[in-house]
């Protein structure tokens, strides 16, 4: 069973950066598939960026084009969302979900997910 551990979550000033990363718990996710997701309460949970298992294709939400950034490491440890020039609306719980690399499919339909994370707070406000 893999389970997912996010860090690097916190309260940032608008225009500020951050560094969320997403470790699997006793193994690697070098063999799977990593989306960020992040939801507002009272909001349904959006995806915000992929990386595929081969670390060759990555997507994005529109809304984050040219601010965020996702990579994995190349040992296959983690895989990390980079975060600059952030916005109050980017305020949410960020979730980080892991998928088979096989299996193919759209970047953020959550139903190709097994493993997700317990969600970490980021907050953008000054």
Not at 44 to 71: H, L, M, N, P, Q
Not at 80 to 86: C, G, R, T
Not at 90 to 113: H, K, M, N, Q, V
């Amino acid at each position: 069973q893999v389970q997912l551990v996010e860090s690097g979550g916190g309260s940032v000033q608008p225009g500020g950066s951050l560094r969320l990363s997403c470790d699997r718990s006793g193994g690697l996710l070098y063999y799977y598939s990593v989306a960020w997701f992040r939801q507002v309460p009272g909001k349904e949970r959006e995806g915000v960026s992929y990386i595929r298992a081969t670390g060759d294709v990555t997507d994005y939400a529109d809304s984050v084009k040219g601010r965020f950034a996702i990579s994995r490491d190349d040992a296959g440890d983690a895989v990390f969302l980079q975060m600059n020039n952030l916005k109050p609306e980017d305020t949410a719980i960020y979730y980080c979900a892991a998928r088979p690399g096989y299996r193919s499919g759209a970047s953020f339909d959550e139903t190709l997910y097994d493993a997700w994370g317990q969600g970490l707070q980021v907050t953008v406000s000054s």
